[in-house]
């Protein structure tokens, strides 16, 4: 991740601050929903639904309304449905999404006046959002991992979805797509709508097999949802055994929004007053279309396919309930807008409402970490935690989480007699593992020791010289008085840190590094720690634990590719460019592929066949041709021959051969469920997935 220099944080570029707002009494005075009294907006909004008089419930709190009104409106209006979700910033260098801490969430009212572009031949469509009316009706702090929760009133629901539902289409064109609803859209992959499924403990569907037919349904789907996204779904599914978690990552594609893209909107635009207004003047007024800005837009949303849409369409008093971010971000005691652009973010049409993703601007605050380990301290300083797994266990030391002296990870990516995906009963117990450490790895640990108020961190790289860590700095967060305070933890030219004590409320508490292995060499890395009192003299001294880093991709080639009909002779090898078979019509033929596989620190890796003719390539040699899980250590090479069997059925078209090979480095910062089976699992950090085309065609 890329972190500011050392020393004061230089002051953020200036930004549009939280606006004086219609404050509902909740937010400042931390009363319960149902004791907040009813804005204007809301106000209206329970009055065109219950047949009251606005004057008779604004300014009054649910609660009391509940009970002067009980037989006059339908009690189900005056409950509450809880709204969670997540803040976070992208890491611009790494595309991680980081968590954005102690930010304040506004809920409001809004009413929009829209202007719809729905382009000719998209799927989709833009809205140009051209006047705007918003009311607070909550407000809340997320938690330390950009975590948060609020209560909306029921009836403010209710009119959102009575309102689109009067008007056809229109619960599609607020519909904001999800990597969930992409990946239905694959043509043969179906994923149930995950919005709709119940909480844990009932389980929600897997994604579609991405890594099962050659690759075809993987470029698809890297089309639709994006690269790094369908790179996160393959690694899931690399990752999958049996009777592993999967609500996870269900979860997590119904939460995610498509990201936002740009409209395609033709050159000279900008002139749309000009452009369009004789087909708007009739339905928009003019002193509404003078504040169309080309440059604000939002979307992409699904346009209706039931109905022929004009292209511009005025959308006029459109209810929603949105949300805005606000966070300090430059230390002046005055929140700055982190997020403002919340339309249609929450399905309110959903059984189970799923959770909301909110991503902040750049100028955002973001830690660095997210859930924290409980980090115990005795008499002496100690490395205890690498992310949320322990580097020791004295509980059970014949079962190690972490080897201290190889630097290896004991319990992940474990290797397996057998060769084969899953494990056979011949391969339990499964031997220790060599798992090394990839991405940004955080160490805790005890340097609150004694009289100390400094520590510093060493380490010798491939038994060479012994160096401090220095120009690595990371973000601290705490709560003072209601206000956000950060503080950048950062080492002197020495490499000495200042000890932050538990007791001052520091997040996250006891990080000693957050170790950016992607930028140094991979290797064997021995880390020492030491303490220092005020004058920097060395107090006492860690001992030292070990740390492999490798952050490598493995490496994978197709060697060979030949063919012949069921039982005949080989034809000669094809080019591994645009290799064409030419079978005769009806005949079942055999397809042979040589092929290999390494990596530093090789986990496994697959051949799949896959196809668009109606059939794919069935394998027809033994499994070990076509997988192999490392067995040893020293087990990181394999080269194979597998045959496929196409039968004569299969229709002329494309073929193609996938290899999935996966390293088996690791980082147990959490999320991955390796926490929930104390790292007994096999995750995929680093995977690469190459592919052969291969054309069939009758002669």
């Keep these: ?35 907040t009294p009813l804005g204007e907006m809301a106000a209206g909004r329970l009055a065109r639904l219950s047949g009251l008089a606005v004057e008779d419930l604004v300014k009054h709190p649910i609660a009391e309304l509940a009970e002067r009104h009980r037989f006059r409106i339908d009690p189900a209006l005056f409950l509450f449905r809880r709204i969670c979700g997540r803040v976070v910033k992208r890491d611009p260098a790494s595309g991680a999404l980081l968590p954005v801490p102690f930010a304040t969430v506004h809920v409001e009212d809004t009413d929009c006046q829209l202007l719809g572009w729905f382009p000719p031949g998209w799927p989709y469509g833009w809205y140009f959002p051209l006047n705007c009316k918003r009311e607070v009706i909550a407000t809340t702090k997320t938690d330390a991992c950009g975590r948060f929760c609020v209560w909306v009133p029921r009836f403010d629901i209710d009119w959102v979805l009575r309102w689109r539902a009067q008007r056809i289409c229109f619960d599609v064109i607020f519909r904001r797509p999800s990597l969930a609803d992409l990946l239905d859209d694959l043509d043969g992959i179906r994923v149930p709508e995950l919005i709709r499924w119940p909480e844990p403990p009932i389980p929600r569907p897997d994604p579609p097999p991405l890594l099962r037919d050659g690759g075809f349904t993987l470029r698809r789907a890297a089309e639709v949802i994006g690269r790094e996204a369908a790179d996160l779904l393959a690694r899931a599914e690399s990752a999958k055994s049996f009777g592993g978690p999967s609500g996870g990552l269900a979860a997590r594609l119904a939460a995610t929004p498509l990201r936002a893209s740009p409209p395609p909107l033709p050159q000279g635009l900008g002139d749309v007053e000009k452009e369009q207004a004789p087909r708007l003047a009739q339905r928009l007024p003019a002193e509404l279309l003078k504040q169309f800005r080309p440059d604000r837009w939002i979307g992409p949303f699904r346009r209706c396919t039931t109905v022929l849409l004009p292209e511009w369409v005025p959308l006029l008093d459109v209810p929603d309930i949105t949300f ?18 919340g339309y249609f973010d929450v399905r309110w049409n959903a059984g189970a409402i799923p959770d909301v993703t909110l991503e902040a601007s750049q100028i955002a605050i973001a830690g660095v970490a997210c859930d924290v380990p409980a980090v115990a301290c005795g008499n002496v300083p100690a490395l205890t935690f690498a992310g949320l797994m322990p580097l020791i266990n004295p509980a059970a030391p014949a079962v190690p989480y972490h080897d201290g002296a190889t630097g290896y990870g004991k319990r992940a990516n474990r290797p397996r007699a057998s060769g084969l995906d899953p494990a056979r009963p011949a391969d339990f117990p499964l031997a220790p593992a060599t798992a090394p450490y990839c991405g940004t790895l955080q160490i805790y640990g005890c340097a609150e020791v004694g009289n100390a108020a400094f520590y510093k961190l060493r380490y010798r790289q491939n038994a060479g010289p012994q160096v401090a860590f220095t120009g690595l700095t990371w973000p601290l967060h705490r709560i003072v008085g209601g206000a956000l305070q950060t503080v950048w933890q950062a080492p002197d030219a020495a490499g000495w840190y200042p000890v932050r004590p538990q007791a001052e409320g ?70 591994l460019i645009c290799p064409v078979i030419r079978r005769p019509a009806g005949a079942d033929i055999e397809i042979e592929v040589r092929w290999l596989a390494s990596a530093t620190h090789m986990r496994s890796a697959f051949l799949r066949g896959g196809g668009c003719g109606g059939s794919a390539p069935v394998l027809a040699s033994s499994e070990a041709s076509a997988e192999h899980w490392h067995t040893s250590a020293g087990d990181n090479a394999v080269s194979r021959t597998a045959v496929f069997v196409l039968p004569g059925s299969a229709l002329q078209g494309a073929y193609s051969f996938s290899l999935d090979v996966a390293s088996r480095a690791f980082n147990p910062a959490g999320g991955d469920g390796g926490f929930e089976a104390d790292w007994f699992y096999d995750p995929v950090y680093i995977h690469v997935v190459p592919w052969l085309p291969v054309a069939v065609v009758n002669l």
């Design 506 to 575: 520091w997040h996250p508490s006891r990080l000693l590094l957050n170790w950016p292995t992607g930028s140094f060499v991979d290797g064997h890395y021995e880390v020492t720690m030491e303490t220092g009192n005020a004058a920097k003299a060395v107090l006492q001294t860690a001992a030292p634990v070990a740390f492999r880093l490798d952050n490598s991709a493995p490496t994978t080639q197709f060697l060979g590719l030949r063919w012949r009909v069921a039982g005949g002779a080989w034809s000669l090898p094809l080019e």
């Design 1 to 35: 991740m890329t972190l500011p220099p050392n020393g004061p944080r230089t002051p953020a570029p200036k930004t549009p601050k939280a606006a004086k707002e219609d404050l509902l009494p909740n937010a400042a005075a931390g009363l319960d929903p149902d004791r």
């Design 324 to 341: 805005r971010v606000t966070q300090d971000v430059n230390g002046d005691g005055t929140e700055d807008v982190i997020y403002s652009e």
